[in-house]
């Protein structure tokens, strides 16, 4: 008897320990709130962030099951406003600025279809997203609850872009393109992901997938179903879900 106690001991500490680490490895979602006046359909979207996160920027919208641009959900701030806290360098430190960054999000900026005051589609302070519908991103993993403008009622889509600065593989190389400034603060280009949807015959929740990916320097707005080529950039999400509420 005096064996067995010795031997549950050390099991006991063991399971203790596991039960410990398993608490402090759950995941802590941000929740934030974008659209909230609005009477239209309430959409819940929740980020759970991969092992390559690192501050990604955004963009979410909603198309029609075409996918047609209806209107954006949310787009991280200094996408939506035109004005990035690490715009320039002075003095030996990042300033905040205007700058535009045609590659951060391209493919939502084309289907956003805005021309701004330089001739692309990159939003400025002239052009840019409504405050309903942009803000600070969230550092990690997050639940995003929001609305649409009016009611919906058939079928959509969900589109997410993101995209990572300096996030190099070997194939997209910090050397590839020297010469091309916009590649330069990019480098694997922006994801999409997307979900079909059903507001009449909804699933208790739908899971976001890739797509495809945007055009490198976002001199368009093309769409690669090829991802061969990206590596840790399919990381940055380990899961996207869709609750229509």
């Known amino acids: 008897m005096k064996m067995i106690k010795k031997n549950i001991i050390p099991l006991l500490l063991i399971a203790l320990a596991l039960t410990v680490t398993a608490q402090k490895k759950k995941e802590v979602f941000q929740e934030v709130n974008y659209g909230g006046n609005n009477k239209g359909t309430p959409i819940t979207i929740q980020f759970e962030k991969g092992k390559a996160h690192n ?9 029609d099951e075409n996918g047609k641009y209806i209107q954006t959900l949310y787009v991280s701030e200094s996408i939506g406003q035109g004005e990035f806290k690490h715009a320039v360098r002075g ?96 480098g694997q280009p922006a994801l999409v992901y997307a979900v079909d949807i059903d507001i009449n015959n909804a699933k208790p929740f739908y899971i976001m997938k890739p797509i495809g990916h945007s055009h490198y320097l976002g001199a368009d707005g093309s769409l690669t179903p090829d991802l061969s080529t990206i590596t840790t950039a399919l990381k940055i999400a380990k899961k996207i879900t869709v609750t229509i509420n």
């Open 55 to 63: 501050h990604p920027l955004f963009a979410i919208w909603l198309a």
């Open 91 to 186: 003095n030996g430190k990042w300033l905040e600025g205007e700058i535009l960054r045609p590659a951060a999000l391209p493919y939502w900026a084309h289907q956003r279809n805005i021309i701004n005051e330089f001739g692309s589609y990159t939003p400025t302070k002239n052009h840019c997203v409504v405050d309903a519908y942009t803000g600070a991103t969230p550092s990690s993993s997050f639940i995003l609850h929001t609305k649409t403008g009016t009611p919906l009622s058939g079928k959509y889509r969900i589109m997410l872009e993101l995209n990572q600065c300096w996030d190099w593989n070997e194939f997209w190389s910090e050397d590839k393109y020297l010469k091309d400034v916009d590649y330069r603060t990019s």
